[in-house]
């Protein structure tokens, strides 16, 4: 490690139980590991409801993003992991609702499944500060 790159943490991590940073920042740029519907106390949050999974995975990178001291407006790429691509006209929505333009270069695939069985989505985004 070198003195430009820093660990970004939250009080009562909900990702600690797995062995992940929630974020680091080299120099001027916050790499997120990716966000998913996990709440606060570490449960799934909407299973089975990708509406409510989508806006918990956002909430969750902006908590991230607020504790690097950036935001969503300073977020210029974004990978979004899917498991049914049926939900990627919601990605689109979604984009509108979080994002303004110049929007964040995206890719977005579609998986056979992500870590823990009930999450449909999960996002990774790198940010400036």
Do not use: H
Not at 35 to 52: K, L, N, P, R, T
Not at 59 to 80: C, F, M, P, Q, S
Request: with cysteine; glycine share 6%; proline share 8%.
């Amino acid at each position: 490690m070198t003195d430009r790159a820093k660990p970004i943490t939250l009080p009562g991590d909900p990702l600690a139980p797995y062995c992940i940073a929630p974020a680091w920042q080299v120099g001027d740029l916050v790499f997120l590991s990716g966000q998913a519907s996990i709440g606060a106390d570490g449960s799934i949050v909407g299973a089975g409801d990708f509406d409510a999974q989508l806006a918990q995975t956002f909430a969750n990178i902006e908590r991230v993003l607020a504790a690097a001291g950036t935001d969503l407006a300073k977020v210029v790429k974004v990978t979004i992991y899917l498991t049914d691509m049926a939900n990627f006209p919601k990605i689109v929505e979604a984009r509108q609702r979080w994002f303004t333009p110049p929007y964040p270069a995206d890719t977005t695939l579609e998986v056979r499944s992500l870590a823990l069985p009930e999450l449909l989505v999960e996002i990774d985004v790198i940010a400036t500060t």
